[in-house]
Nanobody, 124 residues
Framework: QVQLVESGGGLVQAGGSLRLSCAAS????????MAWFRQAPGKEREFVAAISWSAYRTDYTDSVKGRFAISRDNAKNAVYLQMNSLKPDDSANYYC?????????????????WGQGTQVTVSS
């Protein structure tokens, strides 16, 4: 089992920044992909960003490109999401997820483990 715990969410004004963190524990494994998804009330879960084990590969949904940056620290079993120029549409519960390959990274059903989420609210 892998446990994922997100932190760093909160309330911020439009144009502001937040940095989300996700700490992995338990049966952590090398070579894993880490990703962030989000879900707003009444909406489907949405892919945000993914990063490969080596950080050589990253992918983002179009709406966050140029504003968000995903990174990871394998020594700490952690992944981060730096969110800049936040918009009210970015408001959602943000989830960390992990799996063993870098295939179909935008598809949530391919992930093995999920965190409980951290709430991000952007006021206009």
């Amino acid at each position: 089992q892998v446990q994922l715990v997100e932190s760093g969410g909160g309330l911020v004004q439009a144009g502001g920044s937040l940095r989300l963190s996700c700490a992995a524990s338990g049966r952590t494994f090398s070579g894993n992909t880490m990703a962030w998804f989000r879900q707003a009330p009444g909406k489907e879960r949405e892919f945000v960003a993914a990063i490969s084990w080596s950080a050589y590969r990253t992918d983002y949904t179009d709406s966050v490109k140029g504003r968000f940056a995903i990174s990871r620290d394998n020594a700490k079993n952690a992944v981060y999401l730096q969110m800049n120029s936040l918009k009210p549409d970015d408001s959602a519960n943000y989830y960390c997820a992990t799996k063993g390959d870098y295939i179909r990274v935008a598809v949530g059903s391919t992930y093995d483990y999920w965190g409980q989420g951290t709430q991000v609210t952007v006021s206009s």
